[in-house]
């Protein structure tokens, strides 16, 4: 299972090469992440598809390891929507918050090391929930759920 740095890193690099489309591999992992990007607007579009092109047609019938997410990216005024894209929680390094943690950082409020979201940032939280496995912070504390922070978006 890929982890989300390499997610992370493609998106980055793909806005930065001015690039219009993106295939990333098909796992629960990235599509709970670019869901959340594309609730609030850092991406315009995901589409099932297969190595060979974004349409579920390809993606009903190529195999598993064949199978890919299409990401459309999204700019304004020729500049990426999403700028940055960084870790909270890394492989060596797990960062898990409770409810009352991910209020202070939503809130303006440093914890742990974990600098507060600013205007317009996002946080990415990967929770026990199995319904809700992928949430962004203000869903999470909205849901009375904590987790583990894996990203924060801007």
């Known amino acids: 299972m890929p982890l989300p740095f390499d997610l992370c890193a ?5 806005f930065r090469a001015r690039h219009q489309r993106l295939a990333v591999e098909h796992t629960t992992q990235n599509l709970g992440i670019l869901s959340i ?4 607007g850092f991406i315009s579009n ?4 297969s190595v060979a092109a974004p349409s579920a047609e390809h993606f009903a019938a190529a195999p598993e390891a064949q199978r890919r997410i299409w990401v459309d990216l ?3 005024d020729d500049l990426p929507v999403l700028n ?3 870790l909270i ?3 060596s ?7 009352g943690e991910l209020r202070l950082i939503c809130s303006g409020r440093r914890t742990k090391t974990v600098a507060p979201l600013g205007m317009g940032e996002i946080a990415v939280v990967r929770t026990k929930n199995k319904e809700n496995e992928w949430v962004e912070a203000r869903e999470a504390m909205q849901l009375k759920l904590g987790g583990e922070v894996v990203c924060r978006v801007s």
């Open 10 to 14: 493609r998106l980055q690099n793909a």
């Open 37 to 40: 990007l594309l609730r609030h």
């Open 46 to 49: 995901i589409t099932r598809g």
């Open 74 to 76: 999204k700019y304004r």
């Open 84 to 86: 940055q894209m960084s």
């Open 89 to 91: 929680s890394k492989p």
């Open 93 to 99: 390094k797990k960062v898990h918050m409770e409810l």
